[in-house]
Structure formats: C-alpha cells, structure tokens
C-alpha cells in the first residue's frame, strides 16, 4: 500500500472515533446543568446519572463500533433519528420555535455523520477484504 492509500485508511479509521468521542464529552457537558444550590447530593447525582443516560449507551455503542463499524454507523444513525423524532414529537406537542432546528443541527447532524463515516468505514474495509 503507497502512502496515501495509508493516510487514507488512517483519516478513514480515525475519524468517525474522533468525532464520536468528541460528540459524548458535548452531550456530557449538557449535563452538567443539574448543579445548582438548593439541591441535595442524592438529587444532583440521581439528576446527572439521568442526563447521562445518553452518554453512557454511545460510550457502550462507541467501544462495540470500534471494531465493529456496521454497528456504530447503525447505531449513530438511529440515535439521531431518535433524537429528531423526539424534538418532532415536542414541536407537535408545545409548538415550533426556531430553535429547534439548531439542536436538530447540532445533535442528529452530528449523529448522522458520525454514523456516515462509521459506514464509509465498515464499506472500505469490507470491499477490501472481498478483493484479496
């Protein structure tokens, strides 16, 4: 293999992790707002371990797709359709506000090309091992 075919391989490898990792420690941050004065030590962690709720499946779903790539790409794709029928069922629910669609951005979009490059990945490595 040249070294591009390399760099290649390694930018497709790495990215997709990369991003995911980059991702989690993004939504572990949102959970960070159930510090606030007023609130016992059981209520604060009982609210930050259901915050992180999300963060802990993509954590699980993350090591599995490492080496595994079908599933996270799978795996990344649903999140983000979970996330965006969630945020659907809101706006049917309290009404549209505009932004809506910037968490739509940020979290399924995220999601969606996380799972994308997860695909890209699984593929490549897939038509690689059919053509030795």
């Known amino acids: 293999?040249?070294?591009k075919g390399k760099k290649e391989k390694?930018?497709?490898?790495?990215?997709?992790?990369?991003?995911?990792i980059a991702f989690i420690c993004l939504l572990?941050?949102?959970?960070?707002?159930?510090f606030e004065f007023g609130k016992s030590a059981s209520q604060?962690?009982?609210?930050?371990l259901i915050h992180n709720i999300p963060v802990f499946v993509l954590l699980i779903i993350l090591g599995i797709s490492w080496k595994y790539e079908i599933v996270g790409g799978i795996a990344f794709i649903l999140a983000g359709l979970l996330y965006l029928a969630m945020i659907l069922k809101n706006i049917i629910t309290t009404g549209f506000q505009w932004y809506y669609i910037s968490?739509?951005?940020?979290?399924?979009?995220?999601?969606?090309l996380i799972g994308i490059l997860f695909l890209i990945g699984w593929f490549n490595k897939k038509n690689k091992s059919k053509s030795l």
């Open 1 to 3: 293999m040249d070294k």
């Open 44 to 48: 604060v962690l009982i609210g930050f």
């Open 28 to 34: 572990a941050m949102f959970s960070l707002d159930v």
């Open 103 to 112: 968490w739509i951005g940020l979290i399924s979009g995220i999601a969606f």
């Open 10 to 20: 390694n930018w497709i490898y790495w990215t997709p992790r990369l991003i995911s």
